[in-house]
């Protein structure tokens, strides 16, 4: 499964003129899926968030996507750190974004008390959906408006993950943000990049 991902992802990556940025639920899931990327032929330059970054380092990674521009680099991080969420990729400095897997938040004991809670005040099923499904998406959110940053920019979002498609996922996503099923992620970017020319 991790290498299918990585496979999908560099095509991903071969396809899309410019930088693309894949963000992972966590680093666990971000490492054993960059082994099947490297194994792929990826052809641009991987740059790995790791857990110690601060600030500093997240503007050496801005620096180091705008001289990629023109190539194209990978940047790969985690869904709620700091690239994914706060940073301000301007100019259409990322022309994709993926975002592999569901950050759905593990079974704790904090977890479960605020399902109960949540359960309590709103009744049934709205435990989960407060407690879960609404903090995941929001994660998921943010890291799909990194590349949209004005009116001119576009950019390719892609959820890597057959649960969006799941009517409990679906249905707490904002009404304004479309999305279907594609068996061809490379060519689905390639068609919407060549639709983008022509349309400038």
């Keep these: 499964m991790y290498r299918r991902i990585g496979e ?6 071969a396809a899309v003129p410019g930088n693309v940025a ?14 099947g990327v490297r ?29 990629h521009q023109a190539t194209g680099g990978l940047l790969v991080g985690v869904l709620g750190g700091g690239l994914s969420e706060g940073v301000d990729y301007r100019d259409n400095l990322l022309r994709a974004v993926c975002i ?7 079974p704790t004991l904090e977890v479960a008390a605020l399902k109960e809670y ?3 005040k709103f009744g049934g099923e709205k435990g989960y959906e407060y407690a879960v499904v609404y903090p995941a998406l929001n994660k ?19 959820l890597m993950d057959g649960r969006y498609l799941d009517a409990r996922y679906a249905a707490a996503m904002p009404s304004d943000f479309h999305y279907r099923a594609t068996g061809d992620l490379a060519r689905e970017a390639i068609a919407f990049f060549g639709s983008a020319a022509a349309a400038t």
Aim: aromatic share 8%.
């Design 8 to 13: 999908e992802l560099a095509r991903l990556a």
């Design 22 to 35: 894949a963000f992972f639920p966590s680093y666990d899931l971000l490492e054993r899926v960059l082994a």
């Design 39 to 67: 194994w792929s032929s990826v052809p641009k330059e991987v740059l790995v968030e790791r857990r110690t970054w601060g600030k500093a380092e997240r503007d050496l990674a801005l620096r180091w996507l705008g001289e």
């Design 100 to 106: 592999v897997g569901l950050p759905l938040s593990p």
């Design 118 to 120: 949540y359960a309590q």
């Design 140 to 158: 998921v959110l943010q890291a799909a408006g990194r590349p949209i940053r004005g009116e001119t920019d576009r950019a390719v979002i892609v």
